[in-house]
């Protein structure tokens, strides 16, 4: 028999209603095999004690249903976002929040990396918060270099702007004909690439972010984030097995390694296999992928992407539309294909995630359920909203009879909330945005979640946005959809788990589940609630192994 090790804790918060809280843990074979008292947990037989946590906090392992691999990549390039944000060692990189401070950042890297034959290529800027100047273009880039050529990607993954040496290089001129290359007023092209058509004009510069997806130091740097942010298993939302499957090795190769320090989940954006025209064949490919699952790595489903962002204005919004700014607003798979899009996928059991940002997508994405559940009944199918942000009350009610679930994407009340206010849906509608606190009132099982890299990775954050609703300019976006801690908690443990048909194994601390926890410095049920998001990371336990954050100096 293997070993039991017996984990006592200054606190243990188990999730487990049958006993919320215990003082020892005890695990073997990976597992939980008790919680209880000291007593209770060493009356199981010959064991070891580890005090490693006796002084911390143990919480159910936090579990992210909603983020990138692209975390890791972008951790692999230098970042130039407005808000301040963790890297890898455990450090922090300063946001930047102005032009000269992002042309000194360029000037800095273009010395560090003198003589390199590749362009300067940075992540993470977004001109949303960059009010009072001109829109970034090729002539504030040219202030850093004429010659060697500079892409600046943007943290909506939908902009890149470039300098006239990268326009040179790539020969785009007055003349191209791709739509998305934006023009000043004489028509030449200003240096802003809209959209993947467009970006991809910049070869060598797009070339530098398409290497890093498929890099193992990308999916080691995004272990060793979860790690730092108490995060035990993230789902990555928009694996590319349906279209790439031979480069599922690589996520297979680091994930499976023992030393690896989360569990990685899949789900796989919705396109038809190369040379197919059959949802059925995307559908079998998917369980196919399914087959090669282990315990680190597995494929939990699909994922449809079914309109832009709030903050693009390319979300579709019913009436009475934006606030402020130009709508365009586009379907990314139109309403009247969906249900045969989703119903082969449907009939095997695969369970099926739809990006929802606007009110119309909402509706388009409940509409689509009712039909699949009316054509092939599957009452525990868990389909769900993801970022659900501007969901109403009445669509939580369906979503509820229908037995959707919901995941909230609390994050952008911070990052974004005085700009919902002020410009994209205006100040009653801002309130009820992330209504974490209608989702429950309705009974639709939610978690929240980052979107990483879109903001950061880490649970105390979206927990934190979702408790207290603050944002940026001290205001208090919608009281009345404030969450309580213990609700917040539950979402990104068990109501994470309960989405992806995983609860069973995850999102509480009770005898048979995985011994996954995350091991805070604090109790985030009994500090300040302001608090919450600033409760130091010891690290996590996955699998009954522990990993300690990586602390910088
Ligand atoms: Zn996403």
């Known amino acids: ?5 017996v984990y ?37 037989g010959p064991h070891e004690i ?27 390039i230098p970042y130039v976002g407005w808000f301040d944000r963790h890297r890898v060692d455990g450090g922090t990189s300063p946001g930047i929040r102005t032009y000269e401070a992002l042309l000194d950042r360029l000037r800095e890297i273009d010395a560090e990396t003198a003589g390199s034959p590749e362009p300067i290529v940075v992540g993470g800027f977004d001109p949303i918060y960059f009010t009072t100047e001109k829109r970034l273009t090729r002539d504030h880039l040219d202030r850093v270099s004429t010659d060697r050529p500079i892409f600046v990607f943007h943290a909506s993954a939908h902009l890149a702007t470039v300098n006239s040496a990268m326009l040179e290089r790539h020969d785009i001129t007055r003349e191209a004909t791709t739509p998305g290359v934006a023009r000043d007023a004489n028509g030449e092209p200003n240096g802003e690439l809209q959209e993947m058509p467009a970006i991809a004009l910049a070869r060598s510069g797009l070339r530098v972010i398409l290497r890093m997806l498929n890099d193992p130091r990308a999916v080691e740097a995004l272990g060793q984030l979860c790690a730092n942010t108490g995060i035990t298993m993230l789902c990555d939302l928009g694996s590319s097995g349906l279209t790439r499957p031979d480069d599922q090795h690589v996520l297979h190769d680091v994930v499976n390694r023992d ?16 040379g197919s025209t059959d ?18 790595l597995r494929t939990v489903g699909l994922k449809l992407v079914l309109d832009g962002s709030i903050q693009g204005f390319t979300a579709m919004m019913g009436w009475p539309g934006y606030y402020t700014g130009t709508d365009h607003g586009q379907w990314m798979v139109p309403p009247d294909q969906l249900v045969a899009i989703a119903r082969p996928f449907h009939e095997r059991g695969i369970n099926i995630h739809a990006h929802c940002n606007g009110d119309l997508t909402i509706d388009a994405w409940i509409d689509t359920v009712e039909q699949l559940v009316i054509q092939h009944p599957w009452l525990d199918h868990r389909h769900t909203v993801q970022h659900c942000q501007l969901t109403s009350a009445a669509q939580y009610r369906r979503m509820a009879k229908l037995g959707m679930c919901a995941n909230i994407f609390a994050n952008h009340l911070w990052y974004w909330g005085d700009q919902h206010h002020d410009i994209t849906v205006g100040p009653e509608r801002a309130r009820r945005m992330e209504a974490a606190a209608t989702a429950e009132r309705e009974g639709v099982s939610f978690s929240l979640h980052s979107d990483a ?3 950061p990775l880490g649970h105390l954050h979206t927990m934190w946005c979702a408790v207290n609703r603050v944002t940026p300019s001290g205001r208090v976006l919608g009281e009345h959809e404030r969450i309580t801690a213990h609700s917040a908690l539950r979402a990104v443990t068990l109501g994470s788990a309960h ?10 601390i009770e005898c048979g589940k995985a011994a996954d926890f995350t091991v805070l410095e604090d109790d985030p049920l009994t500090v300040d609630p302001m608090a919450i998001r600033d409760i130091g990371v010891w690290g996590t336990v996955v699998g009954g192994r522990p990993f300690e954050a990586a602390r910088r100096g």
């Open 279 to 296: 949802w059925a064949d995307a559908a079998d490919l998917l369980l196919q992928l399914a087959a090669n699952d282990t315990d680190k």
């Open 1 to 5: 028999m293997s070993e039991i090790t």
């Open 259 to 274: 030393d690896y320090p989360a569990r990685l989940l899949q789900r796989h954006l919705h396109a038809l296999p190369p």
């Open 8 to 44: 006592p804790a200054r606190t243990i918060v188990t999730m487990d209603p049958a006993q919320p809280e215990v003082e020892a843990v005890a695990v073997r074979d990976g597992k939980v095999l008790a919680a209880g008292s000291a007593d209770e947990c060493a009356s199981w």
């Open 453 to 455: 890299n879109v903001t």
């Open 499 to 508: 989405q992806m048909h995983l609860d069973d194994e995850f999102g509480t």
């Open 50 to 76: 580890d005090r490693t946590f006796a002084e911390h906090v143990l919480v159910p392992g936090m579990i992210e249903a909603h983020a990138h691999t692209l975390e890791g990549a972008f951790s692999l």
